[in-house]
């Protein structure tokens, strides 16, 4: 098990956890998910240590209060943690991803989705943590269905889930929002995707069950405005990545 993350002594502890209960192998790899350089020094040294992955699980999530925050790249927070990471590790690892085939892509939304401005992607106007929260989850759920129809017939899956409704995880339990389920409820859900039957390609879930996302989801010209946008500030994907 590949584990990434910023914090050293939470990845240390969480790999020293996993291999205490039998979990298997892990490793810990330092990365800000903030940084488009270290979400590609991440891939590098993925590829270099491991020949198969079966997996891949774009978990990264922040909820920021407060002002508008910008990533080191100059991107929104939001949008650079939980969009624009995972879009550009899933392009790094996809060739090996298909090489390890059949196998699956897995990228944790939220139920909080709200349209992406287009014409205003970094919210210079009207910005709340509330919208970039929810824009970020819902450009999610929209890469993973256009992803969908560039990886038919290779053998890799994608799919979007809700894992549950308000966990007990350290970012809900520091904005003081009220726990409705745990993480071993979200666990579960992932689970669900990431080793269960035949759950197709290019879905949403709501916990365990198929559902119905955002309907600019299923939108082409905001597929396509999304890949577009996605492609000039990461330089991968687009025509150069396949589709």
């Given amino acids: 098990m590949i584990v990434p993350g910023r914090n050293l002594e939470r990845g240390t502890e969480l790999v020293e956890e996993l291999l205490a209960d039998g979990s298997g192998r892990a490793r810990f790899y330092q990365a800000d998910l903030g940084s488009l350089d270290e979400v590609r020094a991440l891939a590098r040294a993925v590829l270099r240590d491991y020949d198969r992955l079966d997996v891949l699980v774009n978990n990264a999530g922040i909820f920021l209060?407060?002002?508008?925050?910008?990533?080191?790249?100059?991107?929104?927070l939001h949008f650079a943690v939980n969009y624009l990471a995972g879009y550009l590790l899933t392009f790094e690892l996809l060739p090996l991803l298909k090489a390890s085939a059949p196998a699956r892509i897995v990228h944790v939304a939220s139920i909080a989705q709200q349209d992406i401005d287009f014409d205003d992607p970094m919210m210079d106007r009207g910005y709340t943590g509330g919208r970039g929260y929810a824009q970020s989850k819902l450009a999610q759920i929209i890469f993973s269905m256009d992803l969908a129809d560039e990886l038919e017939g290779s053998g890799v899956t994608t799919n979007a889930v809700h894992p549950a409704t308000l966990m007990d995880t350290d970012m809900v339990l520091e904005l003081s929002m009220p726990v409705r389920s745990s993480v071993e409820d979200g666990a579960d859900s992932l689970m669900?995707?990431?080793d269960g039957g035949d759950v197709g390609s290019g879905g949403y879930f709501d916990e365990r069950m198929a559902a119905v996302a955002n309907a600019q989801a299923y939108d082409a010209d905001a597929q396509r405005r999304l890949r577009e946008l996605s492609v000039r500030l990461t330089g991968v994907g687009g025509e150069s990545g396949g589709r």
């Fill in 192 to 194: 669900n995707l990431i």
């Fill in 65 to 76: 209060d407060g002002p508008r925050r910008m990533s080191t790249d100059g991107h929104e």
